[in-house]
């Protein structure tokens, strides 16, 4: 089974610059999530999609992060402008369901780094 | 709000010994489940023990095992038989149960970064 599959790997832009990330969840997993993990810290739940919808983005900075799962399946993160302290590993999830009893599988996340 | 607690920052092993990684949460939810998640430097986070709340019966797998203790809301991983591929960090992590259809956010500790030596 193919597991959840993110590109690019790697990203290094300028502060001020526009960025953005691609991910496939695991196929039939109707909950996708975005995290972002600063060096040193655990990862930090960004945004949450039930198929194409929004479940929970309170910590997602609205003004330069958007994200998007328009049919339910791949999703995009996008900043714009970045700043440096955007600098951290973006990771990817997906679990079958909602709910807490479905285990959440990662990617290998993208890592960008904004000079 | 939840937390999950990691007070070990750094951690060091020999190969072949056991090690526990200690992990603390602070709930009001009485139904929640607890992972123990491993991060090689690939950054990849992978799945290594989860345990339901409503179980007394500690995680087993393989050479990983849990010390669930409720009570205390403690939640210890012991690797046996350390190996080399085990350097990584782990992250313990947190879900409670939420109602039916409500969003239930996975919460993760600082992490502990464990080296196993030769």
């Known amino acids: 089974e193919a597991g959840v599959a993110q590109s690019p790997r790697y990203k290094i832009i300028e502060k001020r610059q526009s960025v953005a990330f691609w991910c496939n969840p695991i196929?039939?997993?109707?909950?996708l999530y975005w995290y972002q993990q600063i060096l040193g810290q655990g990862p930090k739940l960004l945004i949450q999609?039930?198929?194409?919808?929004?479940?929970?983005d309170s910590q997602l900075p609205k003004d330069r992060f958007s994200a998007e799962r328009l049919k339910g399946v791949d999703s995009t993160l996008k900043i714009q402008p970045a700043k440096l302290e955007d600098s951290a590993v973006y990771l990817c999830?997906?679990?079958?369901?909602?709910?807490?009893?479905?285990?959440?599988?990662f990617g290998e996340g993208s890592w960008l780094t904004v000079v | 709000a939840q937390t999950v607690t990691q007070s070990q920052p750094e951690m060091s092993v020999q190969e072949a010994e056991t090690v526990t990684l200690s992990c603390t949460y602070d709930?009001?939810?009485?139904?929640?489940?607890l992972f123990w998640y491993k991060q090689p430097p690939s950054r990849q986070m992978i799945l290594v023990i989860r345990?339901?709340?409503?179980?007394?019966q500690n995680a087993t797998e393989n050479r990983f095992s849990v010390n669930f203790q409720k009570a205390a809301k403690s939640f210890s991983l012991k690797i046996s038989d350390s190996q080399l591929g085990d350097t990584a960090m782990y992250f313990c992590?947190?879900?409670?149960?939420?109602?039916?259809?409500?969003?239930?956010?996975?919460?993760f500790g600082t992490g502990t970064r464990l080296q196993v030596t030769l």
């Open positions: 999830a997906s679990s079958l369901a909602l709910g807490y009893g479905n285990t959440i599988y």
């Open positions: 196929s039939g997993h109707a909950t």
């Open positions: 999609f039930q198929n194409n919808g929004v479940v929970d």
């Open positions: 709930t009001s939810e009485n139904n929640y489940y």
């Open positions: 345990q339901e709340a409503y179980k007394q």
């Open positions: 992590a947190f879900i409670e149960s939420l109602l039916t259809g409500t969003a239930s956010k996975l919460t």
